[in-house]
């Protein structure tokens, strides 16, 4: 039985970032960070475009990022979160730019160069070449590492949550009062289920990505910490809302995961074009190649299935070579891989699952609505990013969000102690796995039934089709999980299979079409319809 302070169930920009902020504050506590496989493996570290935040006030404006903000979320973001996240956001960067994190800047001494993405209407975005997300990982480990009241472990799977509900506490009239405890994981090590009991506890695992055959993020992305949260009984709200990134390098040879062409590419002047060099997002929004990603995802989707073509074209032929060279070294190089010079040739491009903007229901302080558990990051529905999320402000929003957690965890920890009598965790009566070729298999349906009924376009048939075969994946796996020893393919499976789940059946709920949920059967936007809680 381990024992800590505070456990951190991710080591992402999420997990790190509420790490530091409440080791800082507070050396008397011990924090626990798990992550599955290693400390600077997660979404956060594949960031290219960078963190979006309000940085020439004069130019640009509070307001304006806050519009910006609420028109890509169509109507479904809680402008109290909006606001927080904008007007705190400049906070959070300045405080990680003093732990080390770089950022570009326009020339020796001079400020910051700020990028544009789709869906923006002042250049806000900083970033670091096209390696941001790899720039702010090292920089918060290297901050992580000089506290020495966090401890990071390394290869520990977290299976569930730790619960126990009380009738006699009373949260709403309809919900019995559910507390957490800490949390099961597996030690991929020894092989040993061990138990982790903590004061608090924060989920900051990130996305789902992996739910899709073409996801660009990397394998860890299973939704595990949202799928534990909804056994426990947890909210999870807006799981429709799957952004889909425009432009993934289309590499006929399949990678998992897709390569990422950056929106700040578009926001560089690169033109999205069909095999023969037309234009086309005029048809689609005024914008053109730097409308929300929603519209531009499936302008693409709509463009390949008309032409019979397997993806589009992002032009950047006519841009200076040396400053695309400066600004996207990694994309320029993993072209050139693939045998594309973006120079002379055409970027083949298609849409790829990117983002979950639904998760875990946060409140202003990333609690959920169990106490003693909080959620941090991209795991989250924290009212921020509503039915679409803006290009650059999930970066935004772990740092806001681990700060407010951070502090809440400060503020209360000292009310409450470890929970005692809670039993290890009982893996009687399974044994060893015979047949690995079952999870593997059912882990490619999956993403094939996703990609099929449940992508960028749904219609009712469809989202039907697809929730008829997922109940039999599920029982499936239900009956492996029951009888065998636990590994993480099988766990990750488990999730994404809830995931799924919850994404059609979130679907099949929303009777409208709305940001990135869009279902010909209910092509029109309903104005009483609001955020779906499960
Ligand atoms: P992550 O960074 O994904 O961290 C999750 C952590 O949880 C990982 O350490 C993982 O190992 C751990 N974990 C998961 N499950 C378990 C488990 N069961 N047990 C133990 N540990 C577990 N956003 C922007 O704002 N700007 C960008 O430019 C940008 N570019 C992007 C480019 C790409 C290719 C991708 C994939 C995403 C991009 N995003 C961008 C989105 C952004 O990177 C993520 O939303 C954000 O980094 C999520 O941070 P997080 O801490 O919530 O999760
Ligand atoms: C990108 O660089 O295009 C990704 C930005 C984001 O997902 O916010």
Known sequence: ???????????????????????????????????????????????????????????????????????????????????????????????????????????????????????????????????????????????????????????????????????????????????????????????????????????????????????????????????????????????????????????????NPVFLVSEAVRGFGGILKSRDGEEFMHKYDARKSLAPRDIVARAIDNEIKLRGEECMFLDCRHLDKDAFIAHFPTIYDKCLSIGVDPMHDMIPVVPACHYMCGGIRTDEMGRTNIRRLYAVGECTCSGLHGANRLASNSLLEALVFGFRTGADINAKIDAVTWKTGIPDWNASGTTDPKEMVLITQSTKELKEIMSSYVGIVRSNVRLKRAMDRLHLLFSETEEIYHTTTLSPQLCELRNLITIAYLITRSASMRRESRGLHYNTDFPEKQDFIQASLL
């Open 1 to 255: 039985m381990n024992q800590t302070d505070v456990l951190i169930i991710g080591s992402g920009i999420g997990g790190l970032s509420t790490a530091i902020q409440i080791a800082e504050k507070r050396p008397d506590l011990k924090i626990t960070v798990l992550t599955k496989t290693v400390e600077n493996e997660s979404n956060t570290r594949y960031a290219q475009g960078g963190v979006a935040a309000v940085w020439n006030e004069g130019i640009d404006s509070f307001e304006k990022h806050i519009d910006d903000t609420l028109d890509a979320g169509d109507g479904l973001c809680n402008l109290d979160a909006v606001r927080t996240v904008v007007t705190e956001g400049p906070q959070r960067v300045r405080e990680i730019i003093e732990w080390g994190a770089r950022f570009d800047k326009d020339h020796a001494d001079a400020g910051y160069d700020l990028g544009r993405e789709g869906g923006h209407s002042e250049n806000r975005i900083l970033h670091y070449k096209d390696l941001t997300g790899w720039e702010i990982q090292r920089a918060l480990s290297a901050k992580t590492d000089e506290l020495p009241n966090i401890e990071v472990l390394e290869h520990y799977f977290a299976i569930d949550i730790i619960t126990q509900h009380h009738l006699g506490y009373v949260i709403t009239r309809l919900t019995p009062g559910i507390e957490c405890y800490g949390a099961y994981a597996l030690n991929k090590h020894s092989n040993e289920i061990e138990t982790f009991l903590a004061r608090m506890t924060v989920v900051t695992t990130g996305g789902a990505g992996q739910v899709y055959r073409n996801t660009t993020n990397p394998v860890i992305a299973s939704g595990d910490g949202i799928a534990m949260v909804y056994r426990a009984k947890g909210w999870v709200e807006n799981m429709e809302f799957v952004q889909f990134h425009p432009t993934a390098l289309y590499n006929p040879a399949g990678d």
